[in-house]
């Protein structure tokens, strides 16, 4: 006896149709964004930026960023395990340092500020584990990739097009 097995392909959801290219249109604000992001980077680990930026783009719903960010961060080396838990970090903390933590903990405070302002414990714990060096280009990086997010999701930034290294 012989059992075929049909196979059906996966009907998917349409992808969102972009609004308006941001970045074509306001190519100078682009440009400085980009200089901006660079800028932001220095003196960071680049595997805790890259955490941080799908951290943010997770809170933000931002579906761009959070494609561009974890595809560099596994080219970067990064293993799918962490990016995986980031969802829930507070709940699977072994996964990261405890600097790592502090920095994912201030990266929720600043991204929503709808729970008011960055409680004192959170900045604490951050400058705890960070030179204030290294913190201020955190919070830059922090405020940084919240500004592309609102880029992304204003814009409706169609994800799974990135290839990773494609804006470096």
């Known amino acids: 006896m012989t059992t075929t097995t049909t196979e059906t392909a996966a009907v998917y959801a349409a992808a969102p149709t972009p609004r308006l290219?941001?970045?074509?249109?306001?190519?100078?604000v682009y440009k400085a964004m980009?200089?901006?992001?660079?800028?932001?980077?220095k003196?960071?680990?680049?595997?805790?930026y890259e955490l941080v930026k799908i951290r943010a783009s997770q809170v933000n719903h931002c579906a761009f960023c959070i494609d561009m960010h974890t595809k560099d961060a596994l080219a970067?080396?990064?293993?799918v395990e962490r990016i995986v838990q980031l969802s829930a970090w507070e709940e699977s903390p072994h996964f990261y340092t405890e600097?790592?933590?502090?920095?994912?903990e201030l990266t929720e405070a600043v991204t929503v500020l709808?729970?008011?302002f960055v409680p004192d414990e959170v900045y604490g714990k951050a400058a705890e584990h960070f030179e204030e060096a290294e913190l201020a280009q955190l919070l830059a990086a922090i405020t940084v990739i919240n500004a592309w997010n609102r880029f992304g999701v204003t814009c409706r930034m169609t994800a799974g097009h990135y290839q990773p290294g494609q804006h470096a």
């Open 21 to 28: 290219d941001w970045a074509g249109l306001a190519p100078d």
């Open 34 to 41: 980009i200089r901006l992001d660079t800028a932001a980077r």
């Open 43 to 48: 003196g960071l680990d680049p595997t805790l």
């Open 76 to 79: 970067a080396g990064e293993s």
């Open 99 to 104: 600097k790592e933590l502090a920095a994912l």
């Open 114 to 116: 709808t729970d008011g």
